[in-house]
Antibody, heavy 120, light 108 residues
Framework: EVQLVQSGAEVKKPGESLKISCKGS????????IGWVRQMPGKGLEWMGI????????RYSPSFQGQVTISADKSISTAYLQWSSLKASDTAMYYC?????????????WGQGTLVTVSS | EIVMTQSPATLSVSPGERATLSCRAS??????LAWYQQKPGQAPRLLIY???TRATGIPARFSGSGSGTEFTLTISSLQSEDFAVYYC??????????FGQGTRLEIK
């Protein structure tokens, strides 16, 4: 069974750093891209970026370039999303989702989401 | 960036009736269009890909159509579990994907 299991909810203060994770199982982790999607409270879905764990090829949405860092450790089938200095506006639910390595491809399985709350 | 526009923002339909949701792309995305369902407190779930192919386990009452810039998701006979928010997404413009703003399907 394909599963993407994300790390738990986080409460942070502005200016703090954070790294959340997404662990894949039940499939070949290096045959799929892992993407990250933001959903701010009461809002829609925004694509942030994507990584290919096979070679760590990473692409970012222009809206998120420089704001976050996406990485992966294929040895433990885990992808990461990190911030060096959080802002209150980073408060959101963050989802990881997998995407087949060949074009064209869509997100077929999603993690359960990680809620990040940034508040002083 | 390809902009996806969904209509209506909210759709009120009675159980057992048909629901028709629309999605328009600002430029052609061929058939590289997916639909997702999101219920409160849950992650999105893939319903349709390739504009018209149902994902594994999706009931036959869900159908998708269209190509180019105009797409439709139809739910033929609404069940109580179908009331949710629906998003379209284009994946034609690698690696970018863009989502529509969502249509909230509510019980009339």
């Amino acid at each position: 069974e394909v599963q993407l299991v994300q790390s738990g909810a986080e409460v942070k203060k502005p200016g703090e750093s954070l790294k959340i994770s997404c662990k894949g199982s039940g499939y070949s982790f290096t045959s799929y891209w892992i993407g990250w999607v933001r959903q701010m409270p009461g809002k829609g879905l925004e694509w942030m970026g994507i990584i290919y764990p096979g070679d760590s090829d990473t692409r970012y949405s222009p809206s998120f370039q420089g704001q976050v860092t996406i990485s992966a450790d294929k040895s433990i089938s885990t992808a990461y999303l990190q911030w060096s200095s959080l802002k209150a506006s980073d408060t959101a639910m963050y989802y990881c989702a997998r995407r087949w390595k060949h074009y064209p491809s869509y997100f077929d399985y999603w993690g359960q989401g990680t809620l990040v709350t940034v508040s002083s | 960036e390809i902009v996806m526009t969904q209509s209506p923002a909210t759709l009120s339909v009675s159980p057992g009736e048909r629901a028709t949701l629309s999605c328009r792309a600002s430029q052609s995305v061929s058939s590289n269009l997916a639909w997702y369902q999101q219920k409160p407190g849950q992650a999105p779930r893939l319903l349709i890909y390739g504009a018209s192919t149902r994902a594994t386990g999706i009931p036959a009452r869900f159908s998708g159509s269209g190509s180019g810039t105009e797409f439709t998701l139809t739910i033929s006979s609404l069940q109580s579990e179908d009331f949710a928010v629906y998003y379209c997404q284009q994946y034609n413009n690698w690696p970018q994907v863009t989502f529509g703003q969502g249509t909230r399907l509510e019980i009339k």
